[in-house]
């Protein structure tokens, strides 16, 4: 009799703790299951925070950008249309730099190598500048473009770091000039601190020469870290794993 009640209690005991241990490991399961659920939610909304923000930044630069280059445009029909009239020229480039608040237009002439700026400083080859030998001039002139962009450079004149359009300017099918307009980095940046300072997740940007054209940290712009040296890497490679954006003659990288 006493073994059987032996017998009972014990077949009772690992009953018990059968329970227990099958509750414990459903426990630790569920456990497992509402953090990986609530990993996964997190990630979802910082993608979708990280999209947001790229979006938003995406439509800040599309009227940044669009604007001045709507009056590239149109200073290089008013040249165009004016060619022979250097006064008017000049007239023109001081009055859309004022405009499209530029760092600096200028207009270079094919034939004699005349450089014509929006401050006034208006020179011949002679002075040692002559525009038909830069990159910018050279790059529209290749391009078969109406428009193209340059990556960034340190300005001489200011010593700060720009961007800018080219645009070829022809007559009767042939070319006569190049005019170009600088834009500063660092307002267009302070332009779009309106969004990156609201975000939690914020946006970089590399242009295709690997310098750093949008950051937060304004003391990055125009240089090469860590960051821009990783995606030195195909254009392949950019497209998979980089947010790619292309809007108009912009082809800078964007991270996050």
Known sequence: MQNTQKCKVSLSLKVSASVIVACLVGLIVFGVVVISFLTIQKEDGSLMEYQTNLQSVNSLLDSYIGEKQAIVNSLRDSIANNIDDENKIADYLALSERLGSFNLLYFGKEDNGRMLRSNGNHVYPSSGYDPRSRDWY????????????????????????????????????????????????????????????????????????????????????????????????????????????????????FVG
Do not use: H
Not at 157 to 186: E, M, Y
Not at 211 to 218: A, G, L, M, Q
């Open 138 to 253: 050279k790059l529209a002139k290749a391009s078969n473009k109406d428009m193209v962009l340059g990556t960034a450079w340190m300005q001489a004149s200011k010593k700060i770091p720009v961007f800018g359009f080219s645009a070829p300017i022809s007559n009767q099918g042939r070319l006569v000039g190049v005019v170009s307009g600088d834009i500063a980095l660092g307002p267009l940046n302070l332009y779009l601190d309106n969004i990156q300072n609201r975000a939690s997740y914020t946006i970089a940007a590399i242009d295709p020469a690997n310098n750093i054209v949008i950051s937060k940290d304004k003391e990055q712009l125009f240089k090469q870290n860590e960051l821009s040296k990783y995606y030195q890497i195909s254009v392949a490679m950019r497209k998979a794993f980089l947010n790619l954006l292309k809007m108009g003659l912009i082809n800078w990288l």
